[in-house]
């Protein structure tokens, strides 16, 4: 029997060694196919990192076709998107149309992508070092979703990162091993393609033993794949410690330099620097240059078997690090080279290539070209593939019922504070939808409004931990409760965490099966400080809220390090997300409850031909809010007035059919166009205020109006346009928003009227609200003598004496 099982598993190692070869080949050919065999329209580089995927062929080979099991997740090095690619053709997963167009139109990606690729992407890679960090945090959201019982029987999986060096070099991935150690994350392994090269050139020397310290500091086990097994072999011989020293003692650049020149240049090096010592000399005499090449370059991350031993050796669940060391380039003539990062093999090395690959001109994407192994035998081998028995592993989880949502009855309150009330209102109940609220907040909790519904929810932690301030009956407004029922998830303050546990759980319907509901806030301003984090997240098609407050310059004592400026024009930008910035509480309330439904939808993309917005597809929401108390109106909407919201703009004061301006505000400097309005009245007849909701949506449905004409339907009308379509065309439009002029300064082109846009272009300073309202031109003055300049006709009588 034990002679059965090594048979098995020789035959097996040689199956996979054949799969490595075609991972390889494909890899490496499709990426030739597309720079030089595919016709050109452009005539661009279209690239592809031959050598980048090359060093991680063996290692994900050894994974994919082995290892790995249907509940575990990967997020694939960028630049190993080709071998990921290859792999997924192998298993069925991907088609030769897909390979043969590679980075072209609709073609496999450039690098894995969830929503573009038509292959199983677990996650989106592409901004290096944010997958890798996304692993944690899906593991901490995996841990929250069978600790609240939602796993349906599905086992925990471990959550892989593939990883290119040079992405340790990133600070978001060390933010995110800090949080992971406060979060005693699990299931995590991070898989290090230690090739010593970087983007352009090669790493440092004693980066490595850096790395260990790190990651061990932080709880993780790391596990060294140094050696593969022809080296170690070799070091079992007479002589073979003093090759080892040598291999250990030599710089990267050297290694890196002699790894490219091959077999005669190691005898050299290895006889300049080691002379005739008798039993090293000796072992280095009894091999060919190829044996001698082959020798020196089979390192651990190149060598099946012992990757296989490394990765089936962990039997617990702590995270692990494997450093696994790799030539860059492996297997291809520019193996080793400084610049081969983005590099591509000549037509005459991509022939000699295919020779040595035995792949015949006319078959180069056939699945089982020039392996030894018989193809009957390879397609018996590739249906126990563990990690494919289940077929694709994207699951589906229900859309949840929304409650309606009733503003708070406070007289006067912020937008801030509205939010607090409204989630403490749902915290109440025990709702499906409350249930799966999951909220998170880089240290900020308090002061955006999130204390009430932790103090009824808890906070999330895989163990029960005791608030110390209630058990030593010390006085305080907040429970600080953590156990695993908990629905807050505490982050400290680095805001590309919050966005990368966003996207996590934000995928939980999907990599899961169970639909999470997260909501994050934090500072207005530091957004920016987490943009490509969320920007990431949204590309990946993750569903949440994010509830930025306070905003802008209304946080007037605080200075310009907290006043946010550009911030409603990062919520028009970004695909994938819908800003929105409302002024009262009652709009908030409307605007909540369509966001909780939002973020649920997956539609089919269509645009609605009443607003032109794609709302059945969904997204992610972002609330720009105030700390500003402003008295609230008491009202009742109709239907049509919450659709209105939804869609981005009202009119709060309708204007007359003679109007001369009208004021269109954003958000908290509703007051000051209020006043202006009611003091125009006075003298303009028929002023209108157009209350926007959001300018994102407003001008995504423009665009989107006019894009449809453009294909011939002539009566396609977006929201903006019917709500300013009636406008006389003498009429001006004046804007203000506690942010960039910008963000509403398009509203005069929609219909061709003259424009005011008023914002905020400078870092704020310190000062009261009249103050800087009156410093920066947003207040009622402003207003009215923008307004005059619009319509000059009368002056005014109020301008002077505001």
């Known amino acids: 029997m034990a002679r059965e099982t090594a048979r098995e598993t020789a035959r097996d190692i040689d199956i996979l060694a054949a799969l490595e070869r075609k991972a390889l080949w494909l890899a490496s050919y499709m990426i030739h196919n597309a720079n030089h065999l595919r016709e050109s329209e452009d005539g661009l580089k279209v690239g592809g990192h031959q050598a980048s995927s090359a060093s991680l062929a063996t290692i994900m080979t050894a994974l994919y076709f082995h290892v790995l099991r249907p509940e575990d997740r990967v997020a694939v090095k960028p630049h190993a998107s080709p071998v990921f690619h290859a792999i997924q053709y192998l298993l069925g997963f991907q088609s030769r149309e897909k390979l043969e167009n590679f980075r072209g139109y609709k073609g496999a990606q450039s690098y894995p992508s969830r929503t573009k690729d038509e292959d199983d992407v677990d996650f989106s890679t592409g901004s290096v070092g944010l997958g890798v960090a996304q692993t944690l ?71 490595y033993e850096r790395f260990v310290g790190i990651f061990e500091a932080m709880g993780w086990q790391v596990v060294i794949v140094k050696y593969g097994a022809l080296q170690e072999a070799a070091f079992r011989e007479p002589g073979g ?19 490219f020149q091959g077999g005669a240049a190691w005898r050299k090096r290895l006889m300049d620097d080691l002379g005739d010592q008798g039993e090293v000399s000796a072992l280095i005499a009894r091999r060919s240059d190829a044996e001698l090449s082959a020798l020196m370059t089979n390192l651990g991350g190149h060598d099946i078997s012992t990757l296989i031993d490394a990765f089936t050796s962990i039997t617990h669940d702590r995270p692990v690090c494997f450093l696994c060391y790799t030539v860059k380039g492996y297997g291809l003539p520019l193996a080793g080279h400084k610049d081969n990062h983005a590099g591509l093999m000549t037509a005459s090395q991509m022939e000699e290539f295919r020779a040595a690959m035995n792949v015949r001109p006319g078959h180069e994407f056939d699945p089982f070209e020039g392996l030894a192994v018989p193809p009957a035998q390879m397609e018996r081998f590739l249906e126990k593939v563990p990690f494919a028995r289940e077929g694709r592993r994207r699951f589906s989880s229900p859309a ?35 249930d799966r609220i999951v909220t998170t907040s880089p240290d900020v909790t308090v002061s955006t409004n999130l204390g009430p519904w932790v103090n009824r929810r808890g906070l999330f932690a895989r163990r029960e931990l005791s608030d110390v301030f209630k058990r030593e009956k010390i006085p305080s407004t907040f429970s600080w409760q953590f156990s695993p029922k908990g629905q807050h ?49 949204c590309y990946q098609d993750a569903r949440f809220i994010v509830v930025a407050t306070p905003s802008g310059i209304t946080l007037a004592p605080e200075g310009g390090a907290h006043q946010s400026i550009s911030t409603p024009l990062i919520g028009m930008a970004q695909d994938g997300l819908a800003a ?13 409850q369509f966001a909780f439904d939002y973020v649920q939808r997956d539609g089919d993309g269509e645009e609605d031909e009443r607003n032109w917005l794609r709302d059945e597809t969904g997204g992610s929401v972002y609330f720009r809010l105030s700390t500003r108390p402003l008295e609230q109106p008491q009202r009742q909407f109709t239907e ?22 009208v004021i269109a505000v954003q958000g908290a400097l509703a007051p000051e166009a209020i006043a202006a309005v009611a003091l125009l009245a006075e003298d303009r007849r028929d002023v209108g205020l157009l209350m926007v909701t959001s300018s994102d949506r407003l001008n995504a449905g423009w665009t989107a109006a006019g894009r449809a004409r453009e294909r011939g339907l002539a009566s396609a009308r977006s929201h903006i346009e019917r709500l300013l379509e009636p406008l006389p065309r003498h009429c001006g439009i004046v804007s203000v928003v506690d942010g960039h002029p910008a963000s509403l300064g398009w509203l005069g082109a929609v219909c061709g009227h003259r424009m005011r ?43 002077r004496a505001v």
């Open 137 to 207: 945090f899906a593991s901490l959201a995996q841990d929250y979703v069978h600790a609240h019982g939602l796993a349906n029987g599905r086992k925990k999986g471990r959550m892989i990162a593939l990883v290119g060096d040079a992405e340790l070099d990133e600070g978001n991935v060390f933010e995110a091993l800090l949080e992971g150690w406060k979060h005693d994350v699990r299931n995590t392994w991070w898989v290090v393609d230690y090739n010593r090269q970087s983007l352009d050139g090669v790493v440092h020397e004693g980066l």
């Open 241 to 259: 410690q003093a090759l080892k020293r040598w291999i250990d003692e030599c710089p990267n650049p050297d290694y890196s330099a002699l790894t």
């Open 400 to 434: 949840l019922p929304v409650p309606a949502i009733a503003p708070p009855p406070n007289a006067t309150i912020s937008t801030q504070a509205g939010f607090g009330l409204i989630l403490q209102e749902l915290a109440k109940g025990d709702g499906a939808l409350a």
């Open 489 to 537: 998830m505490e982050l400290g303050i680095a805001e590309m965490n919050l966005f990368l546990l966003l996207s996590a759980l934000g995928l939980s319907h999907s990599l899961f099966g169970a639909r999470l509901v997260p909501v994050g806030t934090l500072y207005d301003p530091f957004i920016c400080r987490g943009l490509d984090a969320l920007n990431y997240a």
């Open 580 to 592: 929105f910035e409302p002024c009262f509480v009652d709009e908030l309330a409307v605007l909540m």
């Open 640 to 661: 049509e007035q919450r659709r209105h919201m939804v869609d981005g703009a009202y009119w709060l004061r309708p204007p007359g059919p003679n109007a001369e301006v």
């Open 757 to 799: 846009a008023l914002g905020v272009e400078h870092f704020g300073q310190s000062g009261s609200l009249p103050d800087l309202y009156r410093h920066y031109g947003v207040d009622t003055a402003a207003i009215l003598a923008a307004a005059q300049a619009l319509a000059p006709g009368r002056p005014l009588r109020h301008l």
